[in-house]
């Protein structure tokens, strides 16, 4: 067998060895790292990540609300349906006894008052009831002061507070407030 000759070493380093010769001979191409790129593709896997964790989580959100609703649903159909439970209680009730009559009013001296109440034994008379109703119906709409009947009061001045103090054992000055004054009440005149 023949041995081929050794070629004359370009690199001291390298010693006989052939597979270090090529290595050495090899020279380094350009470096095709773009940083721009290589961040954008970083950022890309990680909004990556991110997006397939809130996607899920909104599914597992609609499926939990899903969920929710068909069991809700199912519930308040079934209590719909469903008949109350009604418990029937008896209870004794002792009987009423029966309500004294009622007591019959006092004959009116006046023959043409006709009472409100069912008590009067016989029919008033037509005409004094319409003048009854008329007197009613005029108190009503005018005041006390048309009833056939009427006495007005007579006026007494106000106390002091002196005379009230002194009536009432109080020390002097406890009722030393101004007073509120009664207006005399204003009459109007008469319209035809």
């Known amino acids: ?9 370009s690199n001291p380093l390298c010693g006989a060895d052939p597979l270090a010769r090529a290595l050495a001979a090899l020279r380094p191409g350009p470096a095709g790292v773009d940083t721009t790129r290589l961040l954008f593709e970083a950022g890309r896997v990680a909004r990556d990540r991110e997006l397939a964790f809130w996607r899920w989580v909104s599914i597992a959100q609609f499926a939990l609300m899903a969920t929710f609703g068909c069991v809700a649903a199912v519930v308040l159909v079934k209590l719909a349906n469903t008949p109350p439970l009604v418990q029937v209680v008896y209870v004794e009730v002792p009987p009423k006894p029966e309500p ?9 001296p006046d023959p043409g008052y006709a009472p ?5 034994s016989a029919a008033p008379d037509p005409d004094a009831l319409a003048e009854y109703l008329r007197v009613r119906q005029d108190v009503l709409t005018a005041g006390l002061g048309l009833l056939p009947d009427h006495q007005p009061r007579p006026t007494t001045a106000p106390a002091s507070a002196d005379e009230l103090e002194r009536s009432l054992n109080l020390p002097p000055g406890v ?6 004054q009664p207006r005399k009440p204003r009459t109007e005149p008469d319209v035809p």
């Open 175 to 180: 009722l030393a407030v101004p007073q509120w």
């Open 116 to 120: 409100a109440s069912g008590f009067a």
């Open 100 to 108: 004294a009559p009622p007591p019959r009013p006092a004959p009116d």
């Open 1 to 9: 067998m023949t041995t081929p000759d050794p070629t004359p070493e």
